[in-house]
Nanobody, 120 residues
Framework: QVQLVESGGGSVQAGGSLRLSCAAS????????IYWYRQAPGNQRELVASITRGGTIYYADSVKGRFTISKDNAKDSGYLEMNSLNPEDTAVYYC??????????????WGQGTQVTVSP
């Protein structure tokens, strides 16, 4: 069974940067699509960025030009580079991925979430 483990969250001041990682383990052949969501207290979970198997990339308007999504199939990992962070980016960030498994089936999985806190 695939597991996604996120890392890289933390506390930074406004204007700072963080790089989130989403590492997969458990009989993986390759990532297909990767989605990064975030959820701030009292808010619904929102899609921040995504990258498809074919390389099509989406960014929410609120992060365009500041965040960069990528994946590295050789490392079974996905990444979200976040620059010029502001307090409105404070949230728990979740990785969601669809992965081709060693049984040749595509499986969806969620990470446990990683906290990002941006202070003024």
């Amino acid at each position: 069974q695939v597991q996604l483990v996120e890392s890289g969250g933390g506390s930074v001041q406004a204007g700072g940067s963080l790089r989130l990682s989403c590492a997969a383990s458990g009989g993986i052949i390759s990532f297909y699509d990767i989605y990064w969501y975030r959820q701030a207290p009292g808010n619904q979970r929102e899609l921040v960025a995504s990258i498809t198997r074919g390389g099509t990339i989406y960014y929410a308007d609120s992060v365009k030009g500041r965040f960069t999504i990528s994946k590295d199939n050789a490392k079974d990992s996905g990444y979200l580079e976040m620059n010029s962070l502001n307090p409105e980016d404070t949230a728990v960030y979740y990785c969601n991925a669809y992965i081709l498994m060693s049984n040749w089936r595509v499986t969806g999985a969620w990470g446990q979430g990683t906290q990002v806190t941006v202070s003024p």
